[in-house]
């Protein structure tokens, strides 16, 4: 019969989850999330068949099952119900938060809902403690500023006549203002780069740098482009 199908006692719950009888609901629940990080289908090397047993052992000891009896679940959870989970151990971070630090409220998977102080230089991937979790760290790109890895990307929209003959230009960024020597090579590429001025170090994480797209802006598209790169500074000054 297929994992779905046989019926779990608690005895084998305990066994796939690693507690013991007199376990707690929060010792039930680390140790949950713990076993689903290693065999979630969603990481490398995870099996869905190997979560869904996971999900139903946690199941039958949250649920009380007596000693010596046995549960029958006739629907594996649902995957809403697994984002849910994964949703609640990964905390969301802008690029801003995770340039410079600050607070941000989070929902845990038991409801309770906790404000979190962030440090500076976090990465996707870490791991951050909290309210008694251990939450995954992830880093989302807000379309204006992008990160990867230990470094930052924005786009700067320049005037033709600039990016074809170069000069000096200031721009304000994530870091505060820059003066930019645009050259015929970095008008080439179309890329200039700041070192230093990425992710600050963290640990094991090394200074990022700054990386910078230039962009030009046509003819009669010019103007709505100084508009949004007005816009885009004054939000950084603010």
Do not use: C
Not at 22 to 49: I, Y
Not at 140 to 159: C, E, F, S, Y
Not at 175 to 199: C, M
């Amino acid at each position: 019969m297929s994992g779905t199908d046989q019926a779990l006692t608690t005895r084998r719950a305990r066994e796939l989850l690693g507690v013991a009888a007199s376990a707690s609901p929060g010792e039930l629940r680390r140790a949950f999330r713990n076993r689903a990080k290693s065999v979630h289908p969603d990481r490398d090397g995870g099996d869905a068949d190997s979560f869904r047993r996971l999900v139903e052992a946690y199941d039958v000891l949250r649920g009380g099952v007596g000693s010596g009896q046995t549960e029958r679940l006739h629907q594996p959870p649902s995957v809403p119900e697994r984002r849910r989970a994964q949703d609640a151990s990964t905390l969301s971070l802008t690029p801003q938060l995770a340039l410079r630090g600050g607070r941000v409220d989070h929902e845990l998977a038991d409801g309770r809902r906790v404000r979190i102080a962030a440090p500076a230089g976090l990465r996707s991937g870490d791991r951050l403690r909290a309210g008694g979790e251990v939450l995954t760290i992830a880093v989302r790109g807000d379309g204006q500023l992008i990160v990867r890895g230990n470094d930052l990307w924005i786009t700067a929209v320049l005037d033709r006549a600039l990016l074809d003959q170069g000069g000096r230009v200031s721009l304000d960024t994530p870091v505060g203002p820059r003066d930019v020597w645009i050259t015929r090579k970095a008008s080439a590429r179309g890329l200039i780069r700041l070192a230093g001025d990425g992710l600050p170090a963290r640990g094991r994480h090394r200074q990022g740098d700054l990386f910078i797209r230039l962009q030009a802006a046509s003819e009669t598209a010019s103007s709505a482009a100084r508009t949004l790169l007005r816009r885009f500074a004054a939000a950084w000054a603010a």
